[in-house]
């Protein structure tokens, strides 16, 4: 029969043994030194001053008493030291490290309870594409002292870094770098169309693909419109953002209709031959005037000047010229035309 259990050394109290008591008062020191483990520090030389009940896990360069107990655990008790061998599995809290160790059968190594897993669900489950999965109000992620970076890092140039933003699952807006290194928003209706509202270049250009924005004038050539007229206009250059050519005005050309309700910066430039005093004006709706070019002494072969107006414009309002006097005027672009755009 074996004198110590196998697993934690503990001796037995043997038959016809003499001074049973002396055996099992070291039984229950190992107990007290190894349940619970609790270890002080790693060292190689024996504390000036220990205090007793108190456990150091010995390392390799050892002194002193400790000569010889390289990698076991040393516990005060009695005033003298017990040298107790840790086995592969066996877990202790270290003190001056804050933190779980567990012994590998060679040494101790930090104890990770997570791990690497393939993935993680946090209240809710992951899956093989979202391998990080949270359901909670919110997400804090802050700062341990100083400042707190995110960091979305993808393989090539032509692939995705991005954060996506959807409702009930289905995507409403997108930023980050997507398919190139320009940062970029885009945003779509539906989850299926997207629109890049937009990109900054990495040299720092700053473009917006879809912000209103027009050049609208006649075709090319001198035109003289009938004084109290209002004409429109049928030829549309750096169009974007959704502005388009209505219905028909009376004096000619079509309204320019205007796509989303926001501020807007209007100039209007004109070119004429003046035959006697004159005036074009921006009308909204064909009554408000937002823009006007005015020559009340005119003379000469050739007059050029432009005015700059900023309205609030509501989507589907519509913009056209009126005119006062009987001058001529030279249509086309860098001539007399309209130009607006979303500020």
């Not at 697993?7 to 043997?14: A, R, T």
Request: proline share 4%.
């Amino acid at each position: 029969m074996s004198e110590a259990t196998v697993n934690l050394g503990l001796p037995y109290i043997l038959p016809s043994q003499a001074q049973k008591h002396v055996t099992h008062n070291e039984a229950l020191q190992r107990l007290d030194a190894l349940c619970q483990l609790s270890v002080t520090a790693t060292l190689g030389t024996p504390p000036s001053d220990p205090q007793e009940g108190t456990c150091y896990a010995v390392s390799g360069a050892t002194t002193g008493a400790w000569i010889g107990a390289a990698g076991k655990l040393a516990f005060r008790q009695d005033g003298d030291w017990i040298f107790i061998t840790p086995r592969e599995g066996w877990i202790g809290w270290f003190l001056a490290e804050d933190r779980i160790k567990i012994h590998d059968g060679s040494g101790w190594i930090n104890y990770d309870a997570i791990g690497v897993p393939p993935s993680l669900g946090i209240n809710t489950t992951a899956d093989s594409t979202n391998r990080l999965a949270v359901s909670s109000a919110a997400t804090l992620l802050t700062h341990s002292g100083a400042g707190h970076q995110l960091k979305i890092n993808k393989a090539t140039t032509g692939d995705t870094g991005s954060v996506l933003f959807q409702s009930n699952w289905t995507g409403r807006a997108e930023i980050g770098l997507m398919g190139s290194d320009s940062f970029g928003l885009k945003v779509s209706p539906d989850g299926v169309a997207w629109n890049t509202a937009i990109t900054v270049a990495s040299q720092g250009q700053v473009r917006m693909p879809y912000r209103p924005l027009v050049r609208a004038t006649r075709a090319v050539g001198l035109s003289t419109p009938a004084s109290g007229a209002q004409t429109g206009f049928s030829t549309l250059s750096v169009v974007q953002g959704g502005f388009s050519l209505g219905s028909a005005v009376a004096g000619g050309g079509n309204r320019l209709v205007v796509p989303l309700t926001a501020a807007y910066l209007l100039c209007l430039g004109v070119e004429a031959n003046p035959a006697g005093a004159f005036s074009v004006s921006v009308k909204v709706n064909g009554t408000t005037t937002v823009a006007s070019v005015n020559d009340n002494d005119a003379a000469g072969s050739s007059y050029s000047n432009c005015a700059i107006g900023l309205a609030i414009l509501n989507v589907g309002d519509w913009l056209a010229l009126e005119h006062t006097g009987t001058t001529p005027l030279d249509f086309g672009y860098d001539k007399t035309e309209l130009t607006v755009i979303m500020l």
